[in-house]
């Protein structure tokens, strides 16, 4: 009988040293990820899709554009992508004629994550590439439109988003962006040229995230 009580008192004793060392090994395992209908281990690289809104020319324009990044430490991404964007048909009263905007751009992305593991953060991609744009005028139909001219250019663009991990393999990000454009002039010689200030503008984008984070 005293065997007895002396040995389940000493596996009593060893029952918290146990648990722990179980727990401290399971939170190690464990990234610790939160989503929005759960939690995620997940980790790797991911695909996304933007559309947006601008104004190019001080006149607004539409956004569309693609990435692919790989993730270190779920804190920082990097991967390759780009933008394209067309402004709204506008009457030129030089040329007696609709003219139009469109052009894209692309190259590096740099993407600082911060507290990647709750379920709503804050990150920081930023774009560093090149691009074109075309100066175009549109005919007495849809079919005959005439590109007058192009340009390219180098472009820097930060943005912040607040993205949110909405399950494990799906991410949301309602971002802001702004264009840093090297200079450029493109048109036509009848009217004044349009300048590298017509790019230079703020950028709104919902970015839809598919992969393993």
Same mark, same amino acid.
């Not at 997940?42 to 956004?63: C, E, M, P």
């Not at 779920?74 to 003219?99: C, K, M, P, Q």
């Not at 439109?145 to 990000?173: G, K, W």
């Given at each position: 009988?005293?065997?007895?009580?002396?040995?389940?008192?000493?596996?009593?004793?060893?029952?918290?040293?146990?648990?722990?060392?179980?727990?401290?090994?399971?939170? !190690?395992?464990?990234?610790? @990820?939160?989503?929005? =209908?759960?939690?995620?281990?997940?980790? +790797? *690289?991911? #695909?996304?899709?933007? /559309?947006?809104?601008?104004?190019?020319?001080?006149?607004?324009?539409?956004?569309?554009?693609?990435?692919?990044?790989?993730?270190?430490?779920?804190?920082?991404?990097?991967?390759?992508?780009?933008?394209?964007?067309?402004?709204?048909?506008?009457?030129?009263?030089?040329?007696?004629?609709?003219?139009?905007?469109?052009?894209?751009?692309?190259?590096?992305?740099?993407?600082? !994550?911060?507290?990647?593991? @709750?379920?709503?953060? =804050?990150?920081?991609?930023?774009?560093? +590439? *090149?691009? #074109?744009?075309?100066? /175009?005028?549109?005919?007495?139909?849809?079919?005959?439109?005439?590109?007058?001219?192009?340009?390219?250019?180098?472009?820097?663009?930060?943005?912040?988003?607040?993205?949110?991990?909405?399950?494990?393999?799906?991410?949301?990000?309602?971002?802001?962006?702004?264009?840093?454009?090297?200079?450029?002039?493109?048109?036509?010689?009848?009217?004044?040229?349009?300048?590298?200030?017509?790019?230079?503008?703020?950028?709104?984008?919902?970015?839809?995230?598919?992969?393993?984070?």
């Amino acid at each position: 009988m005293k065997r007895i009580i002396i040995l389940s008192a000493f596996f009593i004793t060893l029952l918290p040293v146990s648990y722990s060392q179980r727990s401290d090994s399971s939170r !190690v395992y464990d990234d610790g @990820f939160r989503t929005l =209908l759960g939690y995620n281990r997940s980790r +790797g *690289a991911y #695909g996304a899709f933007t /559309i947006g809104y601008s104004t190019i020319d001080l006149h607004d324009a539409v956004q569309m554009g693609g990435k692919i990044e790989w993730l270190v430490a779920h804190s920082f991404g990097f991967g390759f992508g780009g933008t394209g964007f067309i402004n709204e048909y506008h009457y030129d009263a030089g040329l007696a004629r609709n003219v139009f905007l469109t052009g894209g751009y692309g190259g590096l992305f740099l993407e600082p !994550v911060l507290f990647p593991k @709750f379920p709503v953060h =804050l990150s920081f991609p930023a774009l560093f +590439g *090149a691009g #074109g744009i075309s100066y /175009i005028t549109k005919g007495n139909d849809t079919y005959h439109n005439m590109i007058q001219d192009s340009q390219a250019f180098l472009v820097a663009e930060p943005s912040v988003e607040l993205e949110m991990n909405v399950t494990r393999h799906f991410r949301l990000a309602f971002g802001t962006s702004y264009r840093f454009i090297t200079p450029f002039n493109v048109g036509v010689s009848e009217v004044p040229k349009i300048d590298s200030d017509a790019l230079r503008s703020w950028s709104y984008q919902v970015t839809f995230k598919f992969g393993r984070f």
